[in-house]
């Protein structure tokens, strides 16, 4: 951005990426000389329709005029002054560093390719994947999430006299404070990772060794339970009554927080489905053969053309475009 003068495409560019995440806005605040360079992006931005679309948007909010602007801001005049101090504001808001969130019945949506962070009203953080949505409510007892779609990563804050718990259709996962990650893909079929800490993973299709080591008699009839530790997974899947936990490296599952993701031993069909959630344009498989393909590899996921350049050269593939689809066929 510093190197001439960047073309409007490169401004655009520049924009969509600060947007893309809110780790992108923090590692830019922390090595670029950020009045300057916002100084310079903005020359020719029309601040009042910026600011006209975004309190149409329905995922903004106005948090209004700071009480106390900073000294930095109020020491420029004129147009760069007024772009300074709205860009600003318009960064935080956009990518929704932090939200204070107090229980509410309506549910948190995040879009297509859109992550969002939340900090509740009791410290913990919430991370919400793309095409993500859960709902935050409180009681005397407990704290509780519902997730109602989608994927997230929680980082509770300790709290004895009232646990934490994570519905996910028929998989709950109870803490006091730790960090872990949920992905539920149906209403009976979710993972669940520990990062940190310890929970417990109680769904009505654990049975067997597993859940009845962890389950005890005054519990009979309820769904068992399964207790998991730092850098353990458990897969829970309709019609398997013994769920294995698995090991896996701890920031395997927040990874998607950095826009990447780790695929081992995984069939293409696994792969696309991952790749599908991140993307309006959707891929498809072709044959059934290549969709049991098994692939390793890390990519990242809002590029669809990474994947399918690798399978193109790897496997040989051809791709054509169906409507709103890429099918990858031999």
Known sequence: MRDGDPSLAD??????????????????????????????????ADVPQ??????????IVDLGPPR???????QRSGKAGAWLAAAACALIVATSVLILLQPQDEPITTTVGELRSIT??????????TRTSIRYGLDGSARRVELIDGEALFDVGRDESRP?????????????????????????????????????????????????????????????EVELTEGQQIHIRP????????????????????????????????????????????LRVDDPELAALKLNGVFEPHSQEDL????????????????NERVISR
């Open 11 to 44: 401004r655009a560019r520049f924009v969509d990426w600060l947007r893309a995440s809110p780790e992108n806005v923090a590692e830019y605040l922390e090595l670029a000389e950020l009045w300057e360079d916002l100084g310079s992006v903005g020359r020719d």
């Open 120 to 129: 509740l009203a009791d410290g913990s953080i919430i991370v919400l994947n």
């Open 164 to 224: 934490f718990i994570v519905t996910a259709g028929a998989t709950e996962v109870r803490v006091l404070g730790t960090s872990f990650n949920v992905y539920k893909k149906s209403d009976v079929e979710a993972t669940v990772t520990v990062l940190e800490g310890r929970v417990a993973v109680r769904a009505p299709g654990l049975t067997g060794a597993l859940a009845v080591a962890a389950t005890d008699d005054s519990r009979a009839g309820e769904p068992a």
């Open 68 to 74: 106390h602007p900073p000294s930095r801001v109020t």
């Open 50 to 59: 910026m600011l006209a679309e975004a309190r149409n948007a329905d995922n």
């Open 308 to 323: 399918l350049e690798y399978l193109r050269q790897a496997e040989a593939v051809r791709v054509h475009r169906a409507g």
């Open 239 to 282: 019609n398997e009554p013994v769920v294995p936990v698995k090991q896996v490296p701890a920031d395997r599952a927040a990874e998607w927080t950095a826009r990447r993701i780790t695929f081992e031993n995984t069939a293409l069909r696994d792969v696309v489905a991952q790749f599908n959630r991140y993307s309006a344009s959707q």
